[in-house]
């Protein structure tokens, strides 16, 4: 749908923008209002904005998000129908690529490895939907945390349809460009436009794969657990697909920030690696507050 009349563009991008800020703030919206400075804009904020006005309109503008400043900037990015252009050396639409016969032997024997040099503790498994796709939220510890929490339950997924969520910077390295394809990264540019990566991972979420998500968005510096973010908790409500809180413990011990290799034993003893799952956290009349608050709690109580 192609909206004319400029006023009634004008009109539905504040009622759009009005609906997502809190509705004190909302009062005081104009086209000079900045999204992240005045209105507190986030990139939860962001990926809502964007569904909701390429929904509105019928339009493509993920790409042109990075440049958006102000509502006005919005307005005119609708009228000009600009899909914009990606910065991005990379199409985000490609992620996770598809996995060979090959990515899945390697990745088994990257799962075996890990049971083999560390000593797993795994617990809660009966929490896995063995019939319904998922979204695992774990803090975050170590590089290697994705590989662990999917070695704990390989049994129980099909390894060709599992994602996440995954800095671009890892595409800049063979050998983390590797461990990106067989663990079904989807790139997201961390500091600028995540938007696309966002996006794309609703669309696996809606293709049926599981996706797992660090909902503090960073490796922990000093090994506890920090403020989650509420993308996870938008995505299950846009998906309609539960939450599963994970909890991991020991990696940060294992492979630390300031090392570039993990250990492996310690006295001739292996480290462990503790991990949990919690029972399914439904979205369904949740708010992304409520989701959030109770994922983190229950993590945190694992």
């Not at 990257?110 to 695992?136: C, Q």
Request: aromatic share 6%; charged share 25%; proline share 5%.
């Amino acid at each position: 749908m192609r909206v004319d009349n400029i006023n009634d563009v004008e009109a539905i991008v504040l009622k759009i923008v009005s609906a997502l800020v809190h509705k004190d703030v909302a009062k005081s919206v104009t086209l000079e209002s900045r999204l992240k400075n005045d209105l507190g804009f986030d990139s939860l904020n962001m990926m809502e904005l964007c569904v909701n006005l390429e929904g509105a309109f019928d339009i493509t503008i993920d790409a042109a998000m990075v440049k958006i400043k102000t509502v006005q900037d919005l307005i005119d990015l609708v009228n000009s129908g600009d899909s914009g252009q990606s910065a991005m050396p990379y199409n985000v639409e490609d992620y996770p690529l598809p996995k060979t016969k090959r990515h899945i032997q390697k990745l088994k024997r990257y799962m075996r490895l890990s049971r083999i040099a560390w000593r797993f503790e795994v617990f809660g498994t009966e929490n896995v939907p063995p019939d319904k796709n998922f979204i695992l939220c774990p803090n975050h510890q170590s590089h290697f945390d994705g590989l662990w929490i999917w070695s704990a339950i390989r049994k129980q997924i099909d390894l060709s349809k599992i994602c996440c969520l995954a800095k671009q910077e890892h595409l800049q390295n063979k050998t983390s460009k590797n461990a990106l394809v067989i663990l079904g990264g989807i790139p997201v540019d961390r500091s600028g436009n995540t938007v696309p990566a966002m996006k794309r991972c609703l669309e696996c979420l809606q293709d049926d794969f599981n996706v797992l998500i660090h909902p503090e968005g960073t490796r922990t510096r000093d090994g506890k657990i920090h403020e989650f973010k509420g993308g996870a908790a938008k995505l299950a409500i846009d998906s309609g697909v539960a939450l599963i809180p994970v909890r991991i413990e020991g990696a940060w011990d294992i492979f630390p920030p300031h090392r570039k290799l993990p250990k492996i034993f310690r006295f001739g003893r292996r480290y462990p690696i503790k991990i949990s799952f919690g029972k399914p956290i439904l979205p369904e009349g949740r708010s992304v507050e409520e989701l959030t608050a109770q994922l983190q709690s229950e993590v945190e109580s694992l």
